[in-house]
């Protein structure tokens, strides 16, 4: 579980840099080695097999106690938040805008571009508290704006990329950051590798299938907080991937 507090934005000007291509990725945000043996993996969204629900819902448990998400918000205890997904940035300030709900909760992926974590220091600015929850298991997180205080946004050019925002962040949000995308970054590259070492014939291939399916079933009973009963008749399946025993029955964890 990784949280990071966006705080104290007081730089009074921001000036955009724009250019025709996307933003790589940060040396201060990711380890440079780490991207270039994810780049060869051909498959990265390997176990836990989750939806953009299950997400949705790990993110906000970490941070509140219940939800209901609906079609286009997310009501937490009695608070609605107006639920947005990452395109760009001027289309994020423009749904802002459009939108009644006084707290917005932005969906983001690749968590490594500098500019996007420029942006969610400079939403501090808006908002009386910025909040992000990151997935410990894909690169994904939501920024939780609570609390619109002013209005008055900074205007983001529609037709070109932003390359930098120009604002310094603080050295404690570069390092909460880099480090939890290395962790991710590594979490990955060692699945892909133990996969590689299971899938050597049919037989083990059956067992990789089937470890698998059982902890898809016990990641998502994590994530929605359900209660692990440990059934009378335990029947165990040893995983290698999390180096644990777990029940085929109830799900319950052997550490």
């Known amino acids: 579980m990784t949280i990071i507090y966006f705080k104290n934005f007081l730089e009074a000007n921001i000036e955009i840099t724009y250019s025709k291509g996307y933003s790589r990725p940060s040396r201060s945000l990711l380890t440079p080695e780490l991207y270039n043996m994810f780049k060869c993996i051909k498959d990265t969204n390997i176990l836990p097999n989750l939806s953009r629900e299950n ?4 993110c906000i448990n970490y941070i509140y106690d219940t939800h ?26 423009k749904e802002i805008k459009s939108s009644n709900r006084k707290n917005i909760a932005i969906i ?20 009386s508290n910025v909040i992000l929850s990151l997935s410990q298991f894909y690169n994904f ?33 570069l390092t909460g950051v880099k480090k939890y995308n290395d ?20 037989h083990s291939v059956q067992i990789l299938n089937t470890e698998i399916e059982l902890l898809n079933k016990y990641y998502k009973m994590y994530i929605s907080k359900q209660t692990f009963t440990i059934c009378n008749n335990c029947k165990l399946i040893y995983s290698k991937f999390i180096d644990a025993c777990i029940c085929e029955k109830c799900y319950a964890l052997f550490a």
């Open 55 to 58: 997400l949705i819902q790990e």
């Open 68 to 93: 209901t998400l609906l079609e286009e918000n997310v009501l937490i205890s009695d608070t609605y938040f107006k639920l947005i997904c990452y395109h760009t940035f001027a289309d994020i300030i």
């Open 108 to 127: 983001f992926t690749d968590i490594y571009n500098y500019p996007k974590i420029q942006f969610m220091y400079i939403l501090n600015k808006y908002f």
């Open 141 to 173: 997180g939501i920024l939780f704006c609570e609390n619109i205080v002013s209005d008055n946004f900074l205007t983001i050019n529609e037709d070109g990329n932003v390359k930098d925002f120009n604002v310094k962040i603080p050295k404690d949000i």
């Open 183 to 202: 962790y991710i970054f590594k979490r990955i590259i060692d699945i892909n590798e133990k996969l590689n070492d299971m899938c050597y014939s049919i």
